[in-house]
């Protein structure tokens, strides 16, 4: 049973609109969720992060909101470029006995020019 | 330059013939893991390892074997290879301040066909 999904295999948007890309989790001890990009032939590089204690965390193009309640974050990207075409993972973490990070499946964003 | 090395960069072998996958980083980081990623499921972790001679099970350990005898080397081990772990595999480290929430630094994957 998948602890983090992405429910979304791919997702095609045009260059300049907003990305949006959905994460669902099931654990409720996660107390911190990373987004990792990845192109083709490369291992996945940091993307943003959030802490369980904020709804939302923002970083340039970038922003990540998290809804504990309903148990989903999101990293929404703005405005979307072609160089932003890639697979997306969402991660999540817990502190609680053990160092293991969970990933989704991942998502993977086409921006057509 | 900051990174995780892992070789080969690719490996197609037979069933049962042993082989090693290596992972060095440079950046002194004392948390190492490693990733397999398969369609439709992810990244999922086989081994991380706290510092040199801590080596802890992941989710998807049966079959490989791991060792952390110095700080910047963490190989990945597969004594009888089998076609199920034909895979791409990921090895990743961060610091251990603030596990398990550091991001973590992956090298370029390893790619193996197990025939």
């Known amino acids: 049973d998948q602890q983090v999904k992405q429910n979304s295999p791919s997702l095609s948007v045009q260059e300049g609109r907003i990305s949006i890309l959905n994460c669902d989790y099931t654990n409720s001890m996660f107390d911190y969720f990373l987004w990792y990009k990845k192109y083709p032939a490369e291992g996945p590089t940091f993307l943003i992060s959030?802490?369980?204690?904020?709804d939302k965390n923002e970083d340039g193009r970038f922003t990540v909101f998290l809804n504990k309640s309903a148990k989903h974050l999101s990293l929404h990207i703005v405005p979307s470029q072609p160089g932003d075409s890639a697979v997306y993972f969402c991660?999540?973490?817990?502190?609680?006995?053990?160092?293991?990070?969970?990933f989704g499946a991942g998502t993977r964003l086409f921006v057509k020019a | 330059e900051a990174q995780v090395t892992q070789n080969p960069r690719y490996l197609i072998t037979v069933t049962g013939k042993k082989l090693t996958v290596t992972c060095s980083q440079n950046m002194n980081h004392e948390y190492m893991s490693w990733y397999r990623q398969d369609p439709g499921l992810g990244l999922r972790q086989i081994y991380y390892s706290m510092n040199v001679e801590v080596t802890d099970k992941g989710d998807v350990p049966e079959g490989y074997k791991v060792s952390r005898k110095e700080k910047r080397n963490f190989p990945l081990i597969l004594e009888s290879p089998s076609p199920n772990q034909t895979s791409l595999y990921f090895c990743a480290s961060s610091p251990s301040d603030g596990l398990p929430n550091q991001p973590q630094h992956f090298g370029d994957g390893t790619r193996l066909s197990i025939l």
């Open positions: 959030i802490s369980s204690i904020k």
């Open positions: 991660a999540a973490s817990a502190d609680t006995g053990g160092f293991k990070t969970i």
